[in-house]
């Protein structure tokens, strides 16, 4: 049962433009959400973070949105840069989960220079 | 953050073999976990590590095929044991440092022939 689902497996953008890569989950009880970026032969590395009390967190490039209503989260990257061509994870924790993490199949995003 | 070692980093091994995966952190950390990425797939919780007891496994499994120890807070080991060709994967450990963020090592990447 995925609970965590990232229903693009892939992005293409231009560099310099925005990426947008979408998560949706069904489990009411997440209240923590990350997005993690991958590079082939590497492990995921934590990218930028939210709290179900925040709608937004911003750090540098990246933004994160947070509905919780609709159960939606995005995860805006600009701009764009070919260093970002990477599998972007979204995951989701509930607090009373002992920090575990669910993790969403993963969006391939290819930067075209 | 915490920097984390696995080895070996890659192997190929013959089906009803053991492979014994090994994780080191470079300071203590209050959790660590692993994770399984099958080709194409998302990374699933195998277990978090428990120091000093035993580990605590996800739903579909168990400690017969994946015996984990943790004896202390900077190392922990993960056996694949019995192992088929379903058993190719990446295996990846991580850690907390007490919050939900999770960093991860740079995975194991198993072929069983």
């Known amino acids: 049962d995925q609970q965590v689902k990232q229903n693009s497996p892939s992005l293409s953008v231009q560099e310099g433009r925005i990426s947008i890569l979408n998560c949706d989950y069904t489990?009411?009880?997440?209240?923590?959400f990350l997005w993690y970026k991958k590079y082939p032969a590497e492990g995921p590395t934590f990218l930028i973070s939210i709290s179900s009390i925040k709608d937004k967190n911003e750090d540098g490039r990246f933004t994160v949105f947070l509905n919780k209503s609709a159960k939606h989260l995005s995860l805006h990257i600009v701009p764009s840069q070919p260093g970002d061509s990477a599998v972007y994870f979204c995951a989701a924790s509930a607090i009373s989960g002992d920090y575990k993490l669910s993790f969403g199949a993963g969006t391939t995003v290819t930067v075209r220079a | 953050s915490a920097v984390i070692s696995q080895k070996p980093s890659r192997d190929i091994c013959q089906r009803g073999t053991s492979l014994t995966i090994q994780c080191q952190v470079d300071s203590q950390v209050t959790m660590m976990f692993w994770y399984r990425q099958q080709p194409g797939q998302s990374l699933t919780l195998i277990a978090t590590a428990n120091q000093g007891s035993e580990a605590t496994y996800e739903s579909g499994f168990v400690i017969d095929k994946f015996p984990i120890s943790r004896p202390n807070l900077t190392f922990s080991t993960l056996t694949v044991s019995n192992m088929s060709p379903e058993d190719s994967s990446i295996y990846l450990c991580s850690v907390s440092e007490g919050g939900f963020e999770q960093y991860f090592g740079p995975g194991t990447r198993l072929t069983v022939t």
């Open positions: 489990n009411s009880m997440f209240d923590y």
